[in-house]
Structures are given as structure tokens and as C-alpha cells.
């Protein structure tokens, strides 16, 4: 029996763990810390559902259609979940009393429908709610601890508010909101915290997640593997808006350049060994190269050495060290002027692609379909790659020498060891202007093996 004397209703292939306030199934952004992790990546929906219907029925959308239905001594109640868009019947239920909540908790346009059978049987319909967001209040929960995920996801959630005409509730980390409140003043941002000390969650007409599901094998989370359409594209597909790509819109306290010489930024740490560039002369040659042509090389990591055990990664021999916890938004700003931005798969590429920044982006394991479109996408297809994507492999977080096919051997890592300076000289080539600052008698490379030529010793 659930609270108040009323029953749980399971429907046709829904686990007990899939409960009204279950927490979804493994993210990658979840917390570290041994008591968020016992919370959960996301606060859980109210109680009760926050929408009052007829005949004391209570019904709601968050986290799923959730209906509950008051008990009855006399007589019983038949409830009715539909999709409005397939017009498939996905739920039917007779009973006397239950909270039912649907499987799938992403968004889906629900019909409900709940009618009152008297001792006969014969059936006088009570509520028919069509979900219609307009003008209601909704929450879109945003994990913790990742940069790149939130500016991925977040134009879709805009997209939503847009599409919906909702009043739209953002909750994420703190330290993002300054980089998106102000370009979008109709979206209240708070964070996980002023969530629940608000109580947002006791009015909100629907709650969708973000994440990165990995182990949702039933598809709860996420109409479809994030793995198979792109990182930031589930997004869409969670919301049920269009997937097609969109950059967040930034607006900066400072919009002033920070040198008035020209540079370019770089960033090499990364939360993991695979996401990294494993190649041992990779970033100094592409330093020399550019400090040659004329540029200053701005290192804007959050450490100037960061790793574990025996694999360690430092900030490069001859850029600038503008390493530090610094504020997004001052990142942001030295973004939205560097002539580029070269960096791995992580959440400083995101944020130089928000911030207009062309971005030279060096990944080998995750295909290049898993982030956000660049001409200047450098990967070997010699190499071992795209692992990330690869449905066979699970990610593992806590391993930071995670290489699934090839741990151990001679081949761990080839996937970005591989990747040669020169493929990354050349990229940068093709970055219309950058090479106006040259110095130096001789013009650019026009390919990968004359870039190999100009850093050869």
C-alpha cells in the first residue's frame, strides 16, 4: 500500500524499481560525495501529484504521466493512459483506489482518462486530461558536476519553453547559471538546493531529466541510446523537440578583448586518460607552430597538471598559463575572442563553441556525431576509435585508464596517440584568417604532410 491507504499500480513490463520517485539509472554526471549519491543525481518529484482533478483525483507529469485515484468501497474506477501523437492505448486498469504513474519518463504527449464504474459495470467518464503545458509550470533538471553536458542540453530545454508557451524552470549547478541567465530572462534558473528550499517541485505541471542513461536497456529515460544519435541531440529527443543542432546563447558581464595581441586557447586536461591527446609531441609542436605564425597560446585549464597513478598530463611548454578556478564567464570571454580554441572532448570545447570561438576539436574515442558540428574535427580512422559510442562498452567513471578494447597493450590509447600534429596543424590551416598574424617568410601548410615538414626538428 502506498501513502494514504492507496495501492500501486504496476502496469505490463514495469519493474518495481520503476516507482513514481524512483531515480533514473546511471548518469554521467552523477555525485561523488557518499550522501549525493545516496540523493541521487536529480531532487525526486513531490508526493503527491500537484494537479487537482474531479472526484478528489490527483494527476500530474512529472517524471511521467502519474495519476492518483482516491479509494472506493462502492463500485470501481477504469483509468486510461494514451499516447495522443501514436493514438496507442498504453495503460488500462480497473481498481479501487491506486497511484498508477507511466514506464516511460520522458516527454510524451498523455492523454488520461479516468471514469467511475458503478456495481453493474456500467461506466460515467470523470476526467479527460490532454497534456497541454501552456502557461504551466515546468521543471527541466540539469546533473551536477559537468560543463560541456549542460551547454549541450540546455538549447533544447529553451527550445521547449519556446515551443510550449510553459513557465520554464531550469535547475542546475551553480556555477553555469551566470553564463545563461541573462540571455534568457524568461527561464528561472535555480539550483538543486533553491529547488527544494523553494519547493518548486510541489507546483511543477511536468519534470523532465537530462542525463546520459547508460544502462536504461529499457529505453525509461530516453526514447532512444544517447550513444546512437550524439550527446547533445538526446536532448531533443528526451523533450520531444527537434534534435537539430542549436548553440546556447551566451551574454558576458565583459565582452572586452583580454589581450590586444591576437592568441588562441588551448585546453589538454580532461576528466579521463581516453579523452585526452595521447600523442608525446602533440602539443608542443602545435605551440611552436602557432607562437611562430605570430600568436600568443593562452592554457585556460582549471589545473596546470591534473591525472592519477602514472598518467599525468601538464600544461604544455610555452603557452601562457592562464590555468585556475576561474569563473565561466570570464572563460566565456576569452573564447569569444581567440582566433581558436584546440582542446579534446570536453566541456571547454562546448563552451568555445557557445562562445563563436572556431573550435579545433582532437577526439578518437567518441565518433564525431557524438558532439556538436566543426569543420575542424580532427580524428585518425586508422586508429582504434569511437569506443564512447560503441553500445558493447560501458563507460566506467571511476576508471581513468579506461580503454575498453585495448587496455594493457601496446594499442591502449592509439586512438588519440595516433592523431599527429600534423593533423592538427592542418586543421588549424583551414581556419579562415588565422594564419594573417604569421610572421614568418613562408606560408602556411596546405596539408598534413607539409605540417608534418614544418615541425620535423
Not at 586536461?269 to 597560446?297: E, H, I
Not at 592519477?308 to 570571454?333: F, K, M, Q, S
Request: glycine share 8%; with cysteine; hydrophobic share 40%.
Amino acid at each position: 500500500m502506498a501513502e494514504g491507504g492507496i495501492k500501486s499500480v504496476a502496469r505490463a513490463g514495469e519493474s518495481a524499481a520503476s516507482g513514481p520517485g524512483s531515480p533514473p539509472p546511471a548518469a554521467v554526471a552523477t555525485a561523488t560525495s557518499g550522501e549525493e549519491a545516496r540523493k541521487g543525481p536529480y531532487p525526486p518529484p513531490a508526493a503527491v501529484p500537484t494537479q487537482a482533478g474531479p472526484a478528489g483525483i490527483r494527476f500530474d507529469f512529472n517524471l511521467g504521466a502519474r495519476i492518483v485515484l482516491p479509494n472506493r468501497t462502492v463500485g470501481k474506477w477504469r483509468v486510461r493512459l494514451s499516447d495522443l501523437d501514436t493514438g496507442n492505448i498504453l495503460f488500462q486498469s480497473e481498481n479501487q483506489g491506486a497511484f498508477v504513474s507511466s514506464t516511460k519518463r520522458y516527454h510524451i504527449r498523455f492523454r488520461l482518462e479516468v471514469w467511475a464504474l458503478d456495481e453493474a459495470g456500467a461506466a460515467t467518464p470523470v476526467l479527460t486530461h490532454d497534456y497541454d503545458a501552456r502557461g504551466r509550470e515546468v521543471l527541466i533538471q540539469f546533473p551536477v558536476g559537468t560543463l560541456g553536458d549542460i551547454l549541450a542540453w540546455f538549447p533544447y530545454a529553451a527550445r521547449f519553453g519556446e515551443v510550449h508557451g510553459c513557465r520554464l524552470t531550469c535547475a542546475m549547478a551553480e556555477r553555469i547559471i551566470p553564463l545563461l541567465q541573462e540571455a534568457y530572462p524568461s527561464i528561472r534558473f535555480v539550483t538543486h538546493e533553491e529547488l527544494a528550499a523553494q519547493k518548486i517541485p510541489d507546483s511543477a505541471y511536468a519534470t523532465y531529466c537530462m542525463g546520459l542513461f547508460f544502462d536504461d536497456k529499457e529505453n525509461i529515460w530516453q526514447p532512444t541510446d544517447f550513444r546512437h544519435v550524439g550527446l547533445h541531440r538526446t536532448a531533443g529527443y528526451i523533450l520531444g523537440v527537434d534534435p537539430a543542432e542549436a548553440l546556447p546563447r551566451l551574454v558576458l558581464p565583459d565582452e572586452t578583448r583580454p589581450l590586444a595581441e591576437p592568441y588562441v586557447c588551448i585546453a589538454v586536461q580532461s576528466s579521463t586518460q581516453c579523452k585526452t591527446w595521447n600523442n608525446p609531441d602533440g602539443w608542443r609542436a602545435v605551440v611552436q607552430f602557432l607562437k611562430a605564425r605570430g600568436y600568443r597560446v593562452i592554457c585556460i585549464d582549471q589545473k596546470p597538471v591534473h591525472g592519477t597513478g602514472y598518467a599525468w598530463t601538464h600544461i604544455p611548454h610555452g603557452c601562457e598559463d592562464e590555468t585556475g578556478n576561474r569563473p565561466l564567464v570570464e572563460r566565456a570571454r576569452w573564447l569569444r575572442h581567440a582566433a581558436a580554441f584546440v582542446g579534446l572532448s570536453s566541456g571547454l570545447s562546448w563552451l568555445a563553441w557557445a562562445a563563436g570561438a572556431p573550435v579545433v576539436m582532437i577526439s578518437g574515442f567518441t565518433h564525431p556525431t557524438n558532439e556538436f558540428a566543426t569543420p575542424y574535427r580532427v580524428i585518425n580512422w586508422h586508429a582504434c576509435n569511437s569506443c564512447w559510442n560503441d553500445v558493447r562498452h560501458r563507460f566506467d567513471h571511476k576508471d581513468y585508464l579506461w580503454c575498453p578494447r585495448h587496455a594493457g597493450t601496446p594499442r591502449q590509447f592509439e586512438c588519440t596517440r595516433l592523431i599527429t600534429p600534423a593533423q592538427v596543424i592542418a586543421a588549424l590551416t583551414r581556419i579562415p584568417g588565422l594564419v594573417e598574424a604569421e610572421t614568418a617568410d613562408r606560408s602556411a601548410p596546405r596539408n598534413a604532410a607539409e605540417a608534418a615538414e614544418d615541425i620535423m626538428p
